[in-house]
T-cell receptor, first 115, second 116 residues
């Protein structure tokens, strides 16, 4: 079974630009979550999508947005990029079963550099 | 307050020895799950092991086991017979509540280095 895939793997942008990152979940997984990882702040939850609806949202500004398509694939968008947005963006998918044991499986990440 | 605390920024272990990575957590929710992930230098987070708050026994997965002490709110990862490929960052994470919705809160991580 194929794992979570993310494209592109690396991205270089300049301040003020916008960027779109893509994530394809494991087949059969309906929940997709996004995380930002930086050396200073560590791993932080951005948002989660389930059945094309945002189900949870972390504490990030509105410049960060996302969506999910009917095939569960997800995209996240960052507008008006800032230097501090340079990070590894990780996508994770899960079956979204009830209870706390629903395990999230992560993709390889997209490393975004903002110049 | 930090919800997940990993107090060991870095650790060395000799190949073939066992090592314990510490994790303490803070939650008032009686239902929660604790996860450990491994992140090699490539960046991908690899799921290792899960422990539920109501589980009576400590979780085990191959060379990985979890020393779960609920009263102390600790969930330490034990890696037996360390291998060179175990060198990586290790993250403890928690999911609170069993309502719908996924959100993991991560600790700061521990960098494990296995010496040959």
């Amino acid at each position: 079974k194929a794992g979570v895939t993310q494209t592109p793997r690396y991205l270089i942008k300049t301040r003020g630009q916008q960027v779109t990152l893509s994530c394809s979940p494991i087949s059969g997984h309906r929940s997709v979550s996004w995380y930002q990882q930086t050396p200073g702040q560590g791993l932080q939850f951005l948002f989660e999508y389930f059945s094309e609806t945002q189900r949870n949202k972390g504490n990030f500004p509105g410049r960060f947005s996302g969506r999910q398509f009917s095939n569960s694939r997800s995209e996240m968008n960052v507008s008006t990029l800032e230097l501090g947005d340079s990070a590894l963006y990780l996508c994770a998918s899960s079956r979204s079963t009830s209870g706390t044991s629903d395990t999230q499986y992560f993709g390889p990440g997209t490393r975004l550099t903002v110049l | 307050a930090q919800k997940i605390t990993q107090t060991q920024p870095g650790m060395f272990v000799q190949e073939k020895e066992a090592v314990t990575l510490d994790c303490t957590y803070d939650t008032s929710d009686p239902s929660y799950g604790l996860f450990w992930y491994k992140q090699p230098s490539s960046g991908e987070m690899i799921f290792l092991i899960y422990q539920g708050s109501y589980d009576q026994q400590n979780a085990t997965e191959g060379r990985y086991s979890l020393n779960f002490q609920k009263a102390r709110k600790s969930a330490n990862l034990v890696i037996s017979a360390s291998q060179l490929g175990d060198s990586a960052m290790y993250f403890c994470a928690m999911r609170e509540g069993d309502n719908a919705g996924n959100m993991l809160t991560f600790g700061g991580g521990t960098r494990l280095m296995v010496k040959p």
